[in-house]
Structures are given as C-alpha cells and as structure tokens.
C-alpha cells in the first residue's frame, strides 16, 4: 500500500462557513472533518447544500450532483449509504412503481419477486460481500424512513439487465422492442491525441429522462485494508455500481461504457452490477477487468467498455457480447463509444438492425462525428476540449453544425421530429430522452482519484417537465415522474476519506458534555448575548485556519 500525503489549508472564508459553525469545527467528529475537507475543495462560491453528516458516512448537495461518501466493511457501509438515500429512493419507488408497470406490465413487486427468483441464491453465495452492503442498504433506508426490502434492493442493482433477463425468461419483448436501446457517448484518448500524451476520457448518459434522471450521486466509497481498492463513481441511489459507468478507482483504473444497441441474446449466469462492481473494487489491471467481466457472462447490458490504466499509460475497449467478444488495447490513440460494435460477430449474429452504417440513426452518425472530432482536436485533447467533444451538437445527416437531436453526441431526442426515422422500433418522435449528463476525466485527476461532471446534460440546453409535456401531449401521463434539469455548471469531486474512530467520537462527545455544562454555568450567571459571544472567539483556532489532512490510500 502506497499513500500520497497532502497538507491541505483550508480558509473559513473560503468554505462560506458562518461564524457559529467555524467555532464548532473544534467540536466535530472526524467524518465531519473529512467533508468539511471535501467541502473546501470545492473552491470559491460552492456553497454545497444540505450537509448530512451520520456514522460512517456523510453527504452533500452541488450543482444538482449529490456527493455521498461511505466507508467501512459491507454492512457498515451500506447501511450508511441506505441512510443517505432514503429520500431521493422513496421517489425512485414511486417512479418504479409507475414505470415498470408502463414499460413491462408487470407490477414493480412482481418484478422484484421475479428477478430475486432467479438471482437471489446466486447473490448470497457468490457476491457475499454484496449481498451484506445490500443489505445493509435495505436496512439503512428503511430505519431513515423509506421502508424497502434486501430483494428490493437486489432488483434495483439488477435494473439495467432487466430488458434483456425478461425477453428471454418471459418469451415475449415487452420493454425491449428491436433489441436494447442504445445508450451514451463516450471517448478515450491518448499519446499522440493528448495534450500532455496522457489519458483523458469523457463520457455522457444517454437515457430515458424518467429513470436516467436519478443518476445525479457521485459516490465515494472506502472500503476496509484487504477488501480491495477505494472507488469513486457516478450511480443512482442505492446502486452498489454505476450504471451509467463512469468510475475511477485507487488502482488508477478509470472505466465508462457506451451499450451495444439492438443485442438481443442473454444467458442466465452472473448479473454484469456484480461483475463490474468486482472488477473496480478487486480489478488490479487491464488484464483483470477483461478476466472478471468474461466470467459468468450473462450478455446482460452488453456494452463497448472503455477501460484505461494510468500506471501503464494504456487504453483498452472490450466489446462484449454474448458468444463473442473484441478486446482491443492502445498506448498511442484512441476509442469512441456510440452504441454499435465494430466485431462483426457480434454485431450480426447478437445484434439486430444495429444502425452502425446508418447515419439517420445516432449509432452511424456518431461513429462519423466522434471518430472527425478526434482528428479536429489531435494533439489538444485535454478536459476542456473533451468537455466541448461531449457536448458537440454537429449533426453530420443533415450537415447542420448546431441541431442538437437524436444524431448529435450530446442527444437529446426530445428536441427531435425523428423525420428521417430508419427503424420505427427505437424511440419516438419528441421521446423524454437522451443525454442526462457529462462526466470527464484524466490521468492527473484519475490520480487524486477525482473526475468533473455536468449535470442535466453535457451541453446545458435546460429541460422543463412542464414545457416539454404541454408541447408533447403523447407523453403527458409522465408529467408527474418527471424532473425539472435546469442549467448547471460542470463540478469536480474527489474521493474522501471517511475516518471511523469510535474512542475519538466518544472523546467528542464527551468534550461537547463539558462545554454545554460549562456554558450553562456561566449562562447562569450572566446570561448576555455579549459574554457568549466571547467566550466562543476564544475557542477560535489560531490564525483563523483550520489545517486539514488529506490522505489517500492506495491499494
Ligand atoms: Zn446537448
């Protein structure tokens, strides 16, 4: 284990912190020193948002991101992470609730019955570890007000494969019309391509709105010495994994993924949350990601992995289908996700109508604009080029260079006719879908294991419920589940460490017993605004700085 020290200094001005709550910093327990540290990273004029701290855990509020930071063995954590998710998962319920039933006609409770059926058995007994921060997730959501169920919690992390797992188990297509739907825009790059040769990546989610709208968490989570690497990712709450996948590990692993649209074929072994969950967390290499991720393939949420390795300065994208799959490596150059696989295996016997030469479609029409984008910024790829890549709004069909649509790197399908429509299958004319978000990377941040993310969208284009369903009436019944994305800007977050110390929390505690006695005495005797005042500037620290440790481990 390797660690990298940095003293961090910290003004109160700059954490906007009121008087009152500077004076209490001497009072506070080590988690919430870990996010007034992480709080102050955040730079001027970031005022973060209902602060939570708890056992284990705390969180936070910024530019529509929710930043959760969890530690401790499985149960710990997740119980801590359930805690912290309570109320954005209650209306997750309330969303499944609908949705589900709409996409699938089945009830979300049958659903979960169903799906725990099938992979319950295989949780507890393979992904032990898991299945404990599940169901500590379960009981930690449940004590903080939002009743739910380990089986609940278990469909939930098995949300993405559903389409593909009921196609084949029910034998009909609900919710799966002409194969998976297509999902994100996403690039790699390095050596020649690069600013500084390194490794820069971005990504965005392309998404139904009324789901894909809740992978707004950044989570942070540390898990105890010997359990593997720390990891820091894009999820929705209460996902163990990404789901969207954009993740950064204390390996110096960073991974992201566009689906492969239109695969049809699935197999029930081991569901691809576990697997990519165990490949970040347990994933010592390139080599390891592509072992753990072949094993007990399932072809459920068949994807184009984009993975990258800073310690070797090495790319790899691994298209995985069922049968088949195409695993490529670079140092020099790079890969570009848009829905499609260039394995012809996989792309004609797993896959149908994958619109990979189709430039009506978003999968041929961005395989054009991302791969012309890399040529137009060689050699100056950096994040803020892969901010405008991510956020590119060229529409190569129509020659238009501003149309953001269906076709366009950021997409957003609510903004198009689908006049030129090749397959009647993929979605709909004005759909409440498309990009969600952008999260951007590269090796210097993946070193302090951090990345950037926009929320919303890539590119900033608000979107208004109330606007988008009056112009749209077809969609109308999904007003009510709908959120409002306003304009944010792009935000870095870092991985924190939570410190767990019992004894010190009970010296806290303690030390906060005496000073109420003390305070009440001598409120007792002159009880002026002006005496407590005074008193409390006299436990202002020296200097008026805080000296805050930062430290990251590395596994
Ligand atoms: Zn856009």
Same mark, same amino acid.
């Given at each position: 284990m390797e660690s990298i020290d940095s003293t961090i200094t910290v003004d109160p001005k700059i954490q906007h912190l009121s008087e009152e709550e500077i004076i209490e910093e001497t009072n506070l327990g080590q988690n919430e020193v870990a996010m007034q540290n992480e709080v102050a990273l955040l730079g001027e004029n970031k005022e973060p948002l209902n602060k939570k701290v708890i056992k284990n855990g705390f969180s936070y509020e910024k530019d529509g991101w929710k930043y959760m930071a969890i530690q401790g063995d499985a149960y710990e954590r997740g119980f801590a992470y359930g805690t912290l998710s309570a109320k954005e998962f209650k209306e997750i319920q309330r969303m499944l609730n609908y949705f589900i039933y709409e996409s699938y006609a089945v009830t979300w409770e049958e659903m979960v019955d169903t799906v725990n059926e099938d992979i319950y058995e295989l949780t507890k007994e393979k992904?032990?570890?898991?299945?404990?921060?599940?169901?500590?997730?379960?009981?930690?959501?449940?004590?903080?007000?939002?009743e739910t169920t380990l089986k609940e919690i278990i469909a939930w992390n098995f949300y993405m494969s559903i389409p593909y797992w009921l196609s084949v188990r029910s034998g009909n297509s609900a919710g799966k019309e002409g194969g998976a739907k297509d999902r994100c825009s996403a690039f790699m790059a390095v050596g020649d391509y690069t600013k500084d040769g390194k490794i820069v990546v971005a990504h965005n989610s392309f998404t139904d709105f009324v789901d894909g709208q809740y992978s707004d968490v950044i989570l942070s989570i540390q898990v105890p010495e010997g359990k593997g690497h720390n990891i820091l990712m894009q999820t929705s709450p209460c996902m163990i994994w990404s789901g969207t996948d954009f993740f950064v590990t204390s390996k110096g692993i960073i991974g992201t993924?566009?689906?492969?649209?239109?695969?049809?074929?699935y197999e029930q072994k081991n569901p691809i949350g576990y697997r990519i969950r165990k490949a970040?967390?347990? !994933?010592? %290499?390139? =080599?390891?990601?592509?072992?753990?991720?072949?094993? !007990?393939? %399932?072809? =459920?949420?068949?994807?184009s992995w984009l993975f990258a390795d800073i310690h070797t300065n090495e790319i790899m994208r691994i298209e995985l289908g069922l049968k088949y799959h195409n695993t490529e490596r670079k140092t020099n150059g790079y890969f570009?996700?848009?829905n499609a696989a260039y394995d012809s295996k996989i792309r004609n016997l797993e896959c149908s109508d994958s619109g990979f030469y189709d430039t009506r479609r978003h999968q041929g029409a961005r395989k054009v604009r991302l791969a012309e984008l890399m040529e137009e910024y060689k050699g100056e790829i950096d994040l803020e080029t892969a901010k405008i890549i991510i956020a590119d709004h060229y529409d190569v069909y129509l020659h238009k260079k501003d149309n953001p649509c269906s076709r366009t790197v950021c997409s957003h399908y609510d903004l198009d006719a689908r006049e030129y429509m090749s397959d009647p299958t993929r979605p709909k004319p004005f759909s409440p879908h498309g990009a969600v978000d952008g999260c951007v990377i590269d090796t210097a941040m993946a070193a302090k294991m951090g990345f950037s993310g926009r929320y919303g969208n890539s590119c900033g284009i608000p979107f208004d419920k109330n606007v988008f369903c009056d112009k749209n009436m077809q969609w109308d019944n999904f007003r009510p589940y709908l959120n409002d994305r306003p304009t944010k800007p792009w935000s870095d977050f870092y991985f924190s460490l939570v410190e767990e110390d019992l004894e010190k929390e009970k010296e806290v505690e303690k030390e906060k017993e005496k000073e109420k006695e003390k305070e009440t005495d001598s409120l007792s005797f002159t009880m002026t605004d002006k005496t407590k005042n005074k008193k409390k500037k006299t436990t202002r620290r020296q200097g008026g700085k805080i000296k805050l440790k930062r430290t990251i481990k590395r596994r």
């Open positions: 992904f032990n570890e898991f299945f404990e921060e599940m169901r500590g997730i379960a009981e930690g959501c449940t004590k903080a007000g939002t993924e566009t689906t492969i649209g239109g695969f049809f074929p970040m967390q347990y !994933g010592d %290499s390139l =080599d390891d990601y592509e072992k753990i991720l072949l094993e !007990g393939n %399932s072809g =459920d949420y068949a994807n570009i996700g848009f």
